[in-house]
């Protein structure tokens, strides 16, 4: 199994520090995805806003179906969701 060495959140600082808060308040935690991005703030911080466009914002589906696929992908690749 591959190991990515993570920022633990009583080390974040500056962005990450910032990014993991807003986490925690949206989420009530920072997610595993998250903590696995925390070398790279400003990489995670585009990732973040790329899933709110897709997943967010008004598109051809509709919020529902939208969570559901991902569940459904999220199965497939025996990933926790």
């Known amino acids: 199994m591959a190991y990515i060495e993570q920022v633990p959140?009583?080390?974040?600082e500056g962005d990450l520090a910032?990014?993991?808060e807003t986490?925690?308040?949206?989420?009530g935690g920072v997610a595993h995805?998250?903590?696995l991005m925390s070398r790279e703030p400003e990489v995670l911080e585009g990732s973040m806003m790329?899933?709110?466009k897709l997943?967010?914002?008004p598109n051809g589906?509709?919020?529902a179906r939208r969570e559901m696929l991902a569940a459904?992908?999220?199965n497939l690749n025996d990933c926790y969701y």
């Open 72 to 74: 459904v992908v999220s």
């Open 33 to 35: 995805i998250i903590k």
């Open 18 to 20: 910032r990014i993991y």
């Open 55 to 57: 997943m967010k914002a």
């Open 23 to 27: 986490a925690r308040t949206r989420a």
């Open 61 to 63: 589906l509709s919020a």
């Open 50 to 52: 790329f899933y709110l």
């Open 9 to 12: 959140e009583e080390q974040a």
